[in-house]
């Protein structure tokens, strides 16, 4: 599962690292965020959906997205 | 009255929340693992790190066997006041509004902050009056208050500009709309002895439920 910032919530987290990446010489870099891979193995993943909503995200500041 | 406060893996401001309700109430220790709040008159949920803030503060504690007593009693009218940690626990529980991310500096932040008092009408302002400024302190590193919150719900607020964590709108405490439950970001355990804490400002907040009960 990849969960990241909602679009229009500060991410302070991808903002330094946006600010970072220009001091080591990188160039062009923008709209950078920082969110997080959950990886599991799970017999029925018709749970997955369920299980960002009520854990593994807060679907009031993260949006999620099940990779198969 | 009795005043319980619970006690999770990694919850470190237990201690002072007890002899802060000690100073107007009898204060109950609660054990996360155990369901029973035995029979208390309210509730705290102090500050720490609790389950070690995995995956996200306050995400995991809110599952914990004394949660699920504390939001079945809260939404029956128990008074709950989450502080700091208990206040990211409250939220990820649903029982209040929004979410607290991490600072805009991204920097753990220490310091005494000045409040202003938004509503007195709930279970843990009613001992102060709209206006009343609080001193006490502040110290966490995700405190900065995001989500769509009514303004009738907004309890406190931060005297600073700019606001210390980025917090929306400078709140720093919301309630639910029973106005029984509150969370507030920095400590009134930490500010109720002149000696240490360098005001006495955050007993109201314990004297307000108390008062409650009256």
Redesign the interface.
Known sequence: MLIRPKAG??D??GK?VERALPALGFTGVSNVHVGRLVELDVEDPSQLDRMCRE??A?P??EDYEVLA | MRVGVITFPGTCDDVDARLAVGKVAEPVALWHGDADLQGVDAVVVPGGFSYGDY??AG??AR?APAMASVIEAAREGLPVLGICNGFQILC?AGLLP??L??????RFACRQVELEVVRDDTAWTRACAVGDRLSIPAKHTTG?F??EVPEEQVVLRYVHDPVPN?SQDAIAGVCNEARNVVGLMPHPEHAVDLLTGGSEDGLRIFESVALARV
């Open positions: 919530i500060l302070p987290q330094a854990l593994l807060n009031l500041v | 995956l996200r995400a995991i599952f990820e929004g979410a991310l991490p600072n805009t500096s991204l900065r995001t989500g980025g």
